[in-house]
C-alpha cells in the first residue's frame, strides 16, 4: 500500500486546514488508518487514528479542535484541523495497517505517506 498525503501548507493560527490521505493506486479496503506529526527537533506523535470500523481515537492536543475520518468510496481519509496553534506546526504523516492493537504506537503501522507539511503562524 503507497498512500499519498496532501493538504498542508501555511496558515494562521486559529485558521483550518484540511488533510487528505489516499492510497495511489489500487488498495483493499479494512485497513486502520492514524495521523502522525513530527515536529523540528521532536520525535514522531500521535495525533487521530479511524479503525478499519470507524472508531476513533485522539490525542490530548487534538480532542476537540481535529477530526479524523474517512469516505469509503474513495478509499480516502481525512484530518480536519481547526483552531490551529503554533504548536501544530509539524511535517504530518499518514499511516496505515491491519488489526492494529495499539493505535497510538507508530511501530504498529506498515504503511506510510510521504508526509505533509503543516506551519502555523502565530
Known amino acids: 500500500v503507497q498512500l499519498q498525503a496532501s493538504g498542508g501548507g501555511l496558515v494562521q493560527a486559529g485558521g483550518s486546514l484540511k488533510l487528505s490521505c489516499a492510497p495511489s493506486?489500487?488498495?483493499?479496503?479494512?485497513?486502520?488508518m492514524g495521523w502522525f506529526r513530527q515536529a523540528p527537533g521532536k520525535e514522531r506523535e500521535f495525533v487521530a487514528a479511524?479503525?478499519?470500523?470507524?472508531?476513533?481515537y485522539y490525542a490530548d492536543s487534538a480532542k476537540g479542535r481535529f477530526t479524523i475520518a474517512r469516505n469509503s468510496a474513495k478509499n480516502t481519509v481525512y484530518l480536519q484541523m481547526n483552531r490551529l496553534k503554533a504548536e501544530d506546526t509539524a511535517v504530518y504523516y499518514c499511516?496505515?495497517?491491519?488489526?492494529?492493537?495499539?493505535?497510538?504506537?507508530?511501530?504498529?503501522?506498515?504503511?506510510w505517506g510521504q508526509g505533509t507539511r503543516v506551519t502555523v503562524s502565530s
Open positions: 499511516a496505515a495497517g491491519r488489526s492494529i492493537e495499539v493505535l497510538t504506537s507508530q511501530y504498529e503501522y506498515n504503511y
Open positions: 479511524i479503525t478499519w470500523s470507524d472508531g476513533t
Open positions: 493506486g489500487r488498495s483493499e479496503s479494512g485497513y486502520d
